[in-house]
């Protein structure tokens, strides 16, 4: 099992992103975990994934943006350590 946490940068609140990085997750498949707004702007995402190219792919499609008006300038991925998701939710 793959867990990452995942911190995006750029114009991610206000256009979409977490309902763009949530169909994203369920476009793919295998992929479960939480992505939430930050206060300071940026939005969080824990993820895992079974397969590991599911998960690069999921990380790379983020990079992109994953809504038209959504832009990354900056994506922090770190492994990390978490209890497991059955789902893919948005948090507030």
């Known amino acids: 099992m793959q867990k990452v946490k995942m911190v ?10 977490r309902w763009g990085v949530y169909s994203l997750a369920l476009e793919i498949g295998g992929i479960t975990g939480r992505v939430w707004n930050n206060d300071d702007g940026t939005v969080g995402i824990l993820a895992q ?6 998960m690069a ?3 790379q499609e ?8 959504s832009k990354v300038t900056y ?10 998701f ?7």
């Open 8 to 17: 995006a940068q750029g114009r991610v609140q206000g256009v979409g992103f």
């Open 49 to 54: 994934a079974e397969n590991s190219n599911l």
């Open 57 to 59: 792919k999921f990380i």
């Open 62 to 69: 983020i990079r992109k943006g994953p809504t038209p008006f």
């Open 75 to 84: 994506l922090d991925v770190t492994m990390a350590n978490f209890d497991s």
């Open 86 to 92: 059955t789902d893919f939710k948005i948090s507030n």
